[in-house]
């Protein structure tokens, strides 16, 4: 078939599905965000709401589904798009506000901008995302469409040119298509950022069998929520790219990997998937061009290492998830002993963007070594919370201060923790450093997929390696000597040392083991378990030390190096908030009638602090315990 | 006959045919390099215990000899400061997780653990490491021989040998992590299972962790 033909189809379906989604535009638009991060902020009572009172009201308007705009400290999100308004976004909305927008907004004509986030559209009377600071740094690709689109509907996708690559591509021999993708030098985003052109190269030439393309949807790690996101916001981007990569290396079967405990976007990859076989996008001879192509679902049972590709091949194929030695690679032997290009979410979803504007396109934005942007979940101890798309070579000041607007509680930040349990802990000064691939390796930490966790004054560094040695060690599968082992003496002496039996010998042993595991493990997922270590100790050595040799947390964090007091002078006669909240009786009434501790029942729950009223602001934490002198509850 | 290449194990050339990997062409010379679960006939190594790294001119760190496939004009050093620390500790960690009571051991004097101790000069004692509590029942459901899993070091040789030699499949690795085991299905014991008791797998039992119940 020719390309005028292939491209002729496709036009003939972006009509159609432009004429539906400007029939729908005539009527005023609920767009409701319902990806896991809205439903769990209370999307769903949120949308029902809305359809309550507009049906009681007898309003002709549409309520529908969206992803997720981002802006994860907002949920649930509402984008309002009534004709002859600018479309507007509320935030943190609840039954009462929607209730109040159909009155006022779609019943009446007042848009409520006191309870408005921003516009979508560029307007005179109220600002946009991209005048907010984040809006100026952000520069969004793959997240372009996610909150903006149903992604139960692919019409909304092809009105907004989605599979236009495709159709673009189709029309074009494989290698042409394949020689723009190495020459865009697309990095995989999984973590480990190799070339996809290259993957994909190696797994064309690999004969004419049988091949498979498989994405990775296996996001494992704590506080990442990327790949669940575009799934969750835009399934057919995805899709769209694992096509492209299909068409390019001569596959005709594709799986997607997604871990069980994304049910919402295996809902959606399901409903997409159908929809595209519909439309003749998947399926024999796609839009007529005698490619043939098609895509199932593989449920991962929850295995961090199944995110490593050799694990995920293995349980594809029924065995345990463990990973296996390499050579051979993927593209020569992977699943089913056949040729497979294996690629992370993000990695395919640039993939039609590349293909419709071209390599030069994709290079002028980011770094040299690394095109493109960076897909990060920023969570933590930062203000705005949310999945933010920035260039590649943004530094990690710009991503936390401007993109995220700071620490919130004027507290002094601490640390971004970059890359997961497989990632690092940057201080200060690392700040400045250009975020991608080479760069953050050599300040210690990884890319990883994208997790980014702002810690301040109140996090423990030790406990934060403890934290993630605990989740390794958990997830280590066990195959391989110092994984299975060395993950768990780390734990152990990191235990002591946050416990406060911590010795400067220990210290030393688990900087050796941090190092051997690192260069002797079977796989990444133990080669980089250190890394939460060794960045510790390189730049928060200081906390290490005080918990060793002062037997105090900086942080005020590590309970068994911490004691509750309360301040004489700042108590009051007159309150007894704290005896109440006291789970243990803990606390009791001296005879001048202020309250104090018995710090042998106190169990250091924190919740005396928690209810002592600000105005007497009186329970405060000392580390270490000695502060309290032999005099009972008096400081020294 | 297959073809020769030609490589330099710590100054020495040797020929070894080509497709075979580096620590059966070492072994086979008189080289030793530190070893548990590498299985000559297995095509794609466990490269699980992680005791034969050694030096490879050209590679940036040390890489596994059960994985390294022989080249011509190959330069391998089976010892170096990096390639010792590393078997050092992997052995170390080995035994924090090995009842290490020698003296009541079937296998004592035909240890692989100790095999690696005196060839390397480590101790047979842990250094640096805590002990890992292992305790586990002892299985002599089987008429000849025992099974210890304290003294398990997770090789995997004996499901190997019981797998494609024997071909009875009576156990395998369970579970994950620090349970990570070798059992039966479903946990029973070894007279409960398809175990024909042929005793392969005591033979390839590097330690003592399946040993004959009268010494052979």
Known sequence: MTAAAIEAQYAGLQKQAVAKTAVQKSKPLVRVGTATCGVAAGAIPVKEAFEKEIGSRGLDARVVEAGCMGHCYAEPLVVIDK???????????????????????????????????????????????????????????????????????????????????????????????????????????????????????????????????????????????????????DPHQVIEGMIICAYCV?????????????????????????QAREKGLLGQSILGSGFAFDLRVFQGSGAFVCGEETALVSSMEGKMGMPQTRPPFMAQSGFRGRPTVLNNVKTFSYVPHIVSRGADWFKGTGTPGTPGTAVFSLVGKVSHT????????????????????????????????????SGGCL?????????????????????GSGGLVVLDEDDCMVAVARFFLEFTRHESCGKCTFCRLGTKHMLDILTEITGGRGNPASLEVLRELAEDVQAGSLCNLGRTAPNPILTTLRYFRDEYDAHIFEGRCPALMCKEL???YILPKKCSKLCDACVGSCPVEAIFTRADGLKEIDQQK??????????????????????????????EGVPK | ???????????????????????????????????????????????????????????????????????????????????????????????????????????????????????????????????????????????????????????????????????????GFTRRGLERTVTTFEDETLAESICNECGLCVHACPVGALYFKQPE
């Open chain 1, 602 to 631: 106190c169990v250091k729950c924190d919740n005396c602090r928690k209810a002592c009223p600000p105005e007497h602001d009186a329970v405060v934490k000392l580390s270490p315990p000695s502060l309290l002198s032999g005099k």
């Open chain 1, 250 to 274: 001569g596959a005709a079967e594709g799986w997607l990997y997604i871990r069980a405990e994304y049910p919402r976007a295996v809902e959606r990859i399901h409903t997409a998937i159908r």
């Open chain 1, 83 to 233: 004709p002859g308004f600018a479309p507007l976004c509320y935030g943190s909305v609840d039954g009462d506000l929607a209730r109040r927008l159909v009155a006022d907004f779609l019943a009446g004509d007042d848009p409520c901008y006191e309870f408005a986030l921003a516009a979508l559209e560029p307007n005179d009377v109220f600002p946009t995302f991209s005048e907010f600071p984040r809006g100026v740094c952000e520069e969004k690709i793959i997240l372009e469409r996610c909150g903006f689109i149903d992604p139960e509907a692919i019409d909304d996708y092809i009105a907004r040119d989605g599979y236009a690559a495709l159709a673009k591509a189709l029309a074009l021999p494989p290698e042409e298509v394949l020689a723009e993708i190495k020459a865009a030098n697309l990095r995989g985003r999984g973590g480990a950022g190799f070339p996809a052109g290259v993957k994909w190269e190696a797994a064309r030439g690999a004969g004419d069998g049988v091949k498979y393309v498989i994405c990775n949807a296996d996001e494992g790690d704590p506080g990442a929520f990327m790949d669940r996101s575009i799934l969750e916001s």
């Open chain 2, 1 to 171: 006959m297959s073809e020769k290449v030609t490589l330099t194990i710590d100054g020495r050339e040797i020929r070894a045919a080509a497709g075979g990997k580096l620590l059966w062409a070492a072994l086979d010379n008189g080289i030793y390099i530190p070893n548990l679960c590498a299985v000559r006939e297995r095509v794609r190594p466990a490269a699980s215990c992680r005791l034969c790294f050694v030096e490879v001119e050209g590679s940036a760190a040390p890489v596994t000899a059960c994985t390294q496939p022989v080249k011509d004009g190959l330069v391998v050093r089976t010892r170096s400061e990096r390639v010792d620390r590393l078997v050092r500790s992997a052995f170390e960690l080995l035994l924090s997780d090995h009842r290490l009571q020698c003296r009541e051991c079937p296998a004592n004097r035909s240890c692989g653990l100790q095999k690696i101790a005196r060839e390397r000069g480590l101790k047979l004692r842990l250094t640096r490491l805590k002990p890992l509590p292992k305790e586990a029942a002892i299985d002599e459901s089987a008429a000849a021989f025992s099974f210890d899993r304290s003294r398990c070091v997770l090789c995997g040789r004996c499901i190997w040998v019981d797998r494609e030699v024997a071909k009875v499949g009576a156990i």
């Open chain 1, 386 to 421: 949310g999945l933010v798309e920035v260039p590649m070579g943004t530094t990690l000041r710009r991503l936390i201060f401007d993109v995220g607007e700071g620490i919130p509680g004027g507290k002094k930040f601490k640390a971004a923790q970059i890359g997961g349990p």
């Open chain 1, 427 to 447: 201080p200060e000064a690392a700040l400045d450093v250009p975020i991608d691939f080479d760069s953050l390796r050599q300040a210690g930490a990884i890319m």
């Open chain 1, 562 to 564: 911490i004691a509750y």
